[in-house]
């Protein structure tokens, strides 16, 4: 075929065919995986932390001064906001999903088991919980309010009953008789039973630390004597603004004697997904600009170069048109020298991107990308290629067979 | 000859406007990403105490033992029981245990509200170890660390706004409900990163207002605001807790010299050594003794998300190199005919390649000013990518404009390098005959 003369002709312009060749190989090497990060961090986004995320306020404070008995201000405080009207329910806890920081433990099914069978966040909350997160119940019961104890945080946590989410219950109990059976989450072997299971919630970790165990939830029916918890509102439906805007007024009213952080005092839970988020959705902002860039540029480059080529052979295109070669002809030579450099490129771009994402692998522990990654990234570079020389490759379609009989 | 090559440049670079520009845009987007994303890893891969880096030591022990201890390190921080031997055994000239802890102002005025100010609990060495400058006062003495006395130095920001900015030496400040007097106040002072506390705050944090007594703070019973770990369950009651192997606290050593840094990790591993033999540890020696920069490595204060950014902005930079070589490349050959008149001329291969190396540092210069406006805007918008703590650090001074520009220039003319040899090889009897 047309193949022989295209690479004999190429032979010619060694330095410009490696470069072109190279360009996209290092392309293909960094857009995969850009491709690959872009990808990992927006499936992140895109977990579900189970929970009804809109109408849901979240106060963060310190109760301060000299207490040693915390507990029946944090209830007084809760009372304080069940009465606005605003409000539907709320509760009081030490954490909730993404806060990004938490109480995790290790969940045994046996007393005397010596490695946990699984790890598992810890969510202190009482009976309104489960309405206030909008999360379901899928078996047992909610708890009530004499499940609710008053727990120093310093001594065992280990209440008499508890809450699962179903995923946790399914890696406890494989068999799903879940339901009634004992956990044991402290070292002094006090079981706790599980009186309810719940669809799906979401650990406060976003981190690769609790990736693998993400929806791994446990409640405990108590309300903490600590200082610092946090208050979940679950405002009636298109009121969240305005429990936003009034909370702190109610709460300051009912007692002064706390402190909020100096931002985020006060924020709904789309401000705390934006927030937990923040680096994911930064790398992938990041990523998408380099790729977008260095496409452009490369491209760019690619029609720089052909373009540089189609005027350097103006004259041999015309001896060619002269010699009987239609204009189809012409640009297909174009096409075929372009995707031929493309070809090989990519091929040399494709082990530059395994290479690279082994190294990335090794020294930043992210995970293993997909060869179908570099797959779809050898094709769009190719793509990309083909469309860059389509217009310099038009040009030298267009060149009259009489330039053949011109002198340079 | 300088001038006139400069207008044979400027002349060439306009004759195709737009594969000038294509180079230009391609130096300055490839200089600006790897600027912007190099002034983010310089905040944050900063020596935060250049004067004293080396002096300063962190010390680690194992006393969790390889079942509950990741890759072989000890723990990076340390138990109540362990910190206080390390204190009364007083084998360095400095020394302080720290951890930091959640304190409330508690105005005068019933009408206002308390307001939260983060704050440490530290040893009185605390100050000179770590250089903190003082407006008024001093750090509080020896004496007062002993006799958990509530005295507190505060920061000049909260010194302003209590005291009005004036000398507040011997006031009283209620803290939770509790009065302390102020015994010195700082400059608005913090290391960045925050390597005595890179175990709670990862390094970037809003500075702390306040720091009292350690002792003061543990006869309180306050708990630590940042992480508490605990391997086995410490038992109820805050004496259990205190004799648990729950970690929670930081400690830091002054070490004059290397003599001094060998012998106190001696000291360490016969600390260990003791304790294994008293039946503490079932399992060999594994103590640190790391200085500010190992430590802050050791800890990985540098976000990955910052590395790979500077990483990939660095390949992105190479493609932009590649680039403009071919465009150069492209450029230079077709002036092959000029080339050969001027060598038929007379002109040396060196005056070609200075004329060559000429135009592409135009290019390179033109590529850096692009590069300088596109980094000053992405050190704008590194809120956009990184979380604010670590984006606030990134800033646009003289150096990192200095570093742009030669960057610019330097990676222009390697790029120039081989289009302008090939150039300068242009044999003129070939051009001259074939026209």
Redesign the interface.
């Known amino acids: 075929m047309m193949i022989k003369p295209i690479l004999s002709a190429l032979r010619r312009h060694k330095a410009g065919t490696i470069l072109i060749a190279l360009q996209i190989a290092l392309t293909l090497a960094i857009v995969c995986n850009a491709l690959f990060i872009i990808h990992q961090r927006v499936s992140h986004l895109s977990r579900g932390t189970g929970i009804d995320e809109s109408n849901l306020v979240i106060v963060t404070n310190r109760l301060v001064g000299n207490t040693e008995n915390f507990v029946p201000l944090i209830k007084s405080d809760l009372q304080a906001l069940r009465q606005m009207p605003d409000v539907e329910a709320v509760y009081a806890t030490n954490s909730y999903p993404l806060r990004n920081g938490g109480w995790s433990m290790g969940a045994r099914t046996n007393p005397d088991q010596k490695k946990s069978t699984g790890q598992t966040a810890i969510y202190f909350v009482d009976e309104h919980a489960l309405a206030t997160l909008g999360v379901r119940l899928v078996a047992g019961r909610n708890f009530n309010a004499g499940d609710v104890i008053d727990q120093d945080p310093k001594k065992s946590i280990a209440g008499p009953v508890t809450i699962v989410t179903k995923a946790l219950a399914d890696k406890l109990f494989p068999d799903g008789s879940a339901l009634g059976k004992n956990i044991y989450l402290t070292e002094e072997k006090k079981p706790s039973t599980i009186v309810g299971i719940v669809e799906k919630t979401q650990v406060p970790w976003v981190s690769s630390f609790a990736s693998t165990w993400d929806q791994y939830v446990t409640f405990l029916p108590a309300v903490l004597n600590t200082d610092y918890n946090a208050y979940l509102v679950r405002a009636k439906p298109g009121q969240e603004a305005a429990v936003r805007a009034h909370v702190l007024d109610v709460l300051v009213k009912n007692n002064r004697m706390r402190t909020l952080p100096d931002e985020n005092g006060v924020q709904t839970f789309a401000d705390v997904r934006s927030k937990a988020y923040e680096r994911d959705r930064g790398m992938a902002i990041m990523m998408g600009i380099v790729c977008a860039v260095l496409l452009a540029i490369t491209a760019a480059g690619i029609v720089g170069l052909t373009s540089f080529w189609v005027g350097q052979r103006r004259k041999q295109i015309g001896v060619r048109r002269a010699l009987g070669a239609t204009k189809r002809d012409i640009l297909t030579y174009f096409l075929t020298e372009n995707f031929l450099i493309g070809g090989a490129g990519v091929v040399v771009g494709s082990a530059m991107a395994i290479g690279m994402s082994m190294w990335l692998q090794q020294h930043f522990e992210t995970e293993r990308m997909s060869v179908v990654y570099v797959l779809v990234g050898m094709v769009l570079l190719l793509l990309l290629g083909q469309g860059a020389v389509l217009a310099p490759a038009m040009r030298a379609s267009k060149v009259s067979p009489v330039e053949a009989t011109r002198n340079a | 000859m300088f001038g006139y090559y400069f207008q044979l440049g400027l002349r060439s670079l306009r004759r195709n406007p737009i594969?000038t520009a294509?180079m230009v845009?391609?130096i300055g987007?490839g200089v600006a990403?790897s600027m912007t994303t190099y002034s983010v890893f310089r905040a944050t891969s900063r020596n935060p105490i250049p004067q004293k880096s080396a002096q300063l030591f962190h010390p680690a022990i194992d006393n969790w033992g390889p079942e509950d201890t990741e890759k072989g390190e000890p723990p990076d921080s340390m138990t109540y029981k362990d910190v206080v031997a390390l204190m009364r055994a007083h084998k360095a000239p400095r020394q302080t245990a720290l951890y930091p802890i959640?304190s409330?102002l508690?105005p005068d005025d019933?009408s206002s509200?308390?307001?939260?100010q983060g704050a440490y609990a530290v040893y009185t060495d605390f100050f000179p170890m770590f250089d903190v400058p003082f407006i008024f006062g001093k750090p509080w003495s020896a004496e007062e660390d002993e006799g958990h006395a509530a005295v507190v130095v505060i920061s000049k920001k909260l010194n302003d706004k209590v005291f009005g900015g004036a000398n507040s030496v011997g006031k009283q400040l209620n803290l939770?409900?509790?009065l302390y007097v102020v015994s010195g106040v700082i400059e608005d002072w913090d290391a960045s990163p925050r390597f005595f506390d890179l175990v709670n705050t990862g390094g970037f944090d809003?500075g702390a207002q306040l720091y009292m007594p350690f002792t003061r703070a543990i006869e309180l019973q306050k708990q630590s605001n940042g992480n508490n770990n605990c391997n086995?369950?410490?038992g109820?009651?805050?004496d259990n807790?205190l004799r648990s192997e729950c970690i929670w606290l930081a400690m830091w050593v002054e070490l004059p010299d290397a003599a001094a840094a060998a012998s106190y990790k001696q000291f360490l591993t016969n600390y260990v050594d003791e304790q294994r033999k008293a039946g503490r540890f079932r399992w060999p020696n594994n103590v640190r003794l790391r200085d500010v920069m190992d430590f802050l490595d050791a800890e990985h204060v540098v976000?990955?998300?910052t590395?790979?950014?500077l990483f990939?902005?660095l390949?992105?930079l190479?493609?932009?190199l590649?680039?403009t070589?071919?465009?150069l490349?492209?450029?230079f050959?077709?002036r092959a005919p000029e080339i050969g008149v001027r060598r038929a001329l007379g002109a040396s291969r060196k005056e070609i390649y200075f004329q060559f190396l000429l135009e592409a540092a135009a290019v390179g210069v033109a590529g850096g000013v692009l590069g300088l406006l596109l980094t000053g805007l992405g050190v704008m918008g590194v809120g956009?990518?990184?979380?604010p703590a670590i984006a606030r650090l990134a800033t646009l001074d003289i150096s990192l404009v200095l570093i742009t520009l030669l960057v610019a220039v330097a990676a222009t003319l390697l790029a120039a390098f081989?289009p302008t040899w090939?150039a300068a090889q242009v044999q003129p009897a070939w051009q001259l005959k074939?026209?």
């Open positions: 594969l294509l845009m391609a987007f990403a959640a409330a508690i019933p509200l308390p307001q939260r939770d409900g509790r809003k086995s369950d410490p109820d009651g805050w807790y976000p990955a998300e590395q790979i950014s990939v902005s390949g992105f190479v493609i932009c590649v680039n070589v071919g465009l490349l492209a450029k050959m077709r956009l990518v990184f979380e081989y090939r074939s026209n």
